[in-house]
């Protein structure tokens, strides 16, 4: 099982990035797959979670109108599209698979993350 991150970087506050995970080994298509974030000394939040399944998303509410989280069964690949940014949302992001479920409870596979960096 792979899942490879791609697309963080540092931006200046109101920027925008594209976060892109390409999965191999595993269903994508009867999956949960989903963005993760952790600062240092934090716990692990998810972000985004998208159902490959039926194409729902789920967003929490401090990205909701800014992030916009999509897939494409056919590359088996999600991306999560980062809008006016803030410094607040500064931290490593890591995409995960529940292969089978319809939700991202972050307890089947993990991505090794990408560094997104928000400057004021």
């Known amino acids: 099982v792979q899942l490879v991150e791609s697309g963080g970087g540092e931006v200046q506050a109101g920027g925008s990035l594209r976060l892109s995970c390409a999965a191999s080994g595993f269903t994508f298509g009867d999956s949960a797959i989903g963005w993760f974030r952790q600062v240092p000394g934090g716990e692990r939040e998810v972000v985004s979670c998208?159902?490959?399944?039926?194409?729902?998303?789920y967003s929490i509410d401090s990205v909701k109108g800014r992030f916009t989280i999509s897939g494409d069964n056919a590359k088996n690949t999600i991306y999560l599209q980062m809008n006016s940014l803030k410094p607040e949302d500064t931290a490593l992001y890591y995409c995960?698979?529940?292969?089978?479920?319809?939700?991202?409870w972050g307890t089947g596979y993990w991505g090794q993350g990408t560094q997104v960096t928000v400057s004021s």
């Open positions: 998208y159902d490959s399944s039926d194409s729902t998303t």
């Open positions: 995960a698979a529940d292969p089978t479920a319809h939700a991202c």
